[in-house]
């Protein structure tokens, strides 16, 4: 079983900044993926941000230039530093892991989704 656990949403003004937090933990044999999803009220859930094998990473277009997603391998944690935040980034952000665990004597891959955590821009 893995957790997940997000932080460092909150209420900023626009133009401002936020850094979001997502720390992965327990069985883990590799992280495969960990990626940023948001959801504003109404919409559907959408990527904002990937990354794969430590510098690869792709974003949607919305955020290109204003949002960069970095890991930390060594302690299974994924940021999301946003600036230039805009009214229309509001939303729930969520934490995406897929990863490999030893499950009944063998490797298996799995998929976890953080709880979420709430980012507000006010205008």
């Known amino acids: 079983q893995v957790q997940l656990v997000e932080s460092g949403g909150g209420l900023v003004q626009a133009g401002g900044s936020l850094r979001l937090s997502c720390a992965a933990s327990?069985?883990?044999?590799?992280?495969?993926?960990m990626d940023w999803y948001r959801q504003a009220p109404g919409k559907q859930r959408e990527l904002v941000a990937m990354?794969?094998?430590?510098?690869?990473?792709a974003y949607a277009d919305s955020v290109k230039g204003r949002f960069t997603i970095s890991r930390d391998n060594a302690n299974n944690m994924s940021y999301l530093q946003m600036n230039s935040l805009k009214p229309e980034d509001t939303a729930v952000y969520y934490c995406?892991?897929?990863?490999?665990?030893?499950?009944?004597?063998?490797?298996?891959?799995?998929?976890?989704w953080g709880r979420g955590t709430q980012v507000t821009v006010s205008s």
């Open positions: 990354i794969r094998g430590g510098d690869s990473v």
């Open positions: 327990g069985s883990i044999y590799a992280i495969n993926a």
């Open positions: 995406y892991v897929a990863i490999t665990a030893w499950n009944a004597g063998d490797l298996h891959e799995f998929e976890y």
